[in-house]
């Protein structure tokens, strides 16, 4: 079903190129938007080239799961309405006693979904360091089906080493799957790397233009394409064909956007470890960054998150982000809109106070998705945003201690996004 990609094709050709022939009837160059729900048919059960119902297969998904396999230098991809019916999918494949090691420093939809749905059905899920293979290690038993992480972690950056975790999850017959939502295929390819099964959520750095919502699981095995495709197909969580049009015109352009949201977010990242306001800063480009030797070794690239703890906690935190004139405050990633976001009062805010801390999430921690605009603006934006957030800091500190636990208690599930 998938065209294989022509070997000597780089990413950048691939991306432009992977499954999008011109049309063979009219020539068009652009995947068309498919928009029909059903197909006709040359005789009773004689679909013609595969095609009966648009929840099964579309032309527009075929083009864009081609396009996304080539990417990752996978076999065969499939798409989702978004990265979370993608993880629902990868989990339906699951029965009662299964057991699953997942990082515990996950996107907090991704919990969500182990924790209050597939636990309920009966699958195990144990949270570990990613980062310390010994944790894998002593998590992984018998009857263990995936090893789950995400590299670079959200919001901390955290690099795991996928090559490692995949020999170890082969080990024990489990199966290795990398959410890839934050390096990219361009920065980053799990399945070279041993990984099984990469997942997106395209609604970020794929799509890169914060106008679409969709997933998509990668990967090579054919037996796990058909099973997956079941469920898929079973379930029913698939991506209409605008939605996948859109992702298509994203990932056209997607080594451009990372070269600059590299660039962009290096330079903020050095820039903030100069400054006396911040505490910390994590950004896997960073040599101050623990698993920096890691990430230049498995990534080609460290991506356009940075996350800062600034001096002063939660209320440093949030004047920051109510101050700058650029960075949008808002939740999600990956456009080529610059945005911030405060974990401890929005993404994270319903993991309780002490849970966070130990987690490593300080209460002035800020978040930030780099754009792709001039990078000058965005340091002054930066720059002020943070004078701001520092000058009425100590006399306010003391008045607003308590505020944080309850804004946090209020946010409840509003932060599993
Ligand atoms: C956003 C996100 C998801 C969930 O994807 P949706 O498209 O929002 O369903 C999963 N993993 C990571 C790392 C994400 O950033």
Known sequence: MTTPPRPRDRFETLAIHAGQEPDPQNGAVMTPVYFTSTYKQDAPAKPRQGYEYSRTTNPTRTA????????????????????????NTLCDRLVPGDHVVAGNDLYGGTYRLFKRIFERYGVRFTFVDTTKSEEIGRAIEAKTRY???????????????????????????????????????????????GADIVLHSLTKYLGGHSDVVGGALIGRDEKLREELAFFQNAAGGTPGPMDCFLVL????TLALRMDRHNENAMAIARFLESH???ERVFYPGLPSHPQHALAKRQMNGFGGMVSFELRGGVSAGDRFASSTRLFTLAESLGGVESLVETPPSM????????????A????????????VEHVADLLADVEQALAQALAPATAKAAKSKAK???ASKLSGERGRK
Do not use: M
């Open 64 to 87: 864009l799961q081609e396009n996304l396999a080539a990417l990752e230098a996978g076999a065969w991809g499939l798409c989702f309405s978004s990265g979370l019916s993608a993880l």
């Open 404 to 406: 944080p636990e309850a």
């Open 347 to 358: 993404t994270h805010a319903s993991i309780p106070a002490e849970a966070r801390r130990a």
């Open 249 to 252: 015109r994203g990932t056209k």
């Open 276 to 278: 006396s306001a911040v």
């Open 360 to 371: 490593g999430l300080a209460d002035g921690l800020v978040r930030l998705s780099v754009g």
């Open 147 to 193: 090893v789950y992480l995400e590299t670079p972690s959200n919001p901390l950056l955290r690099i795991s080493d996928i090559a490692k975790a995949a020999k170890q999850a082969h080990t024990h017959g489990a199966l290795l799957v990398v959410d890839n939502t934050f390096a990219t295929p361009y920065l980053q390819q799990p399945l070279e790397l």
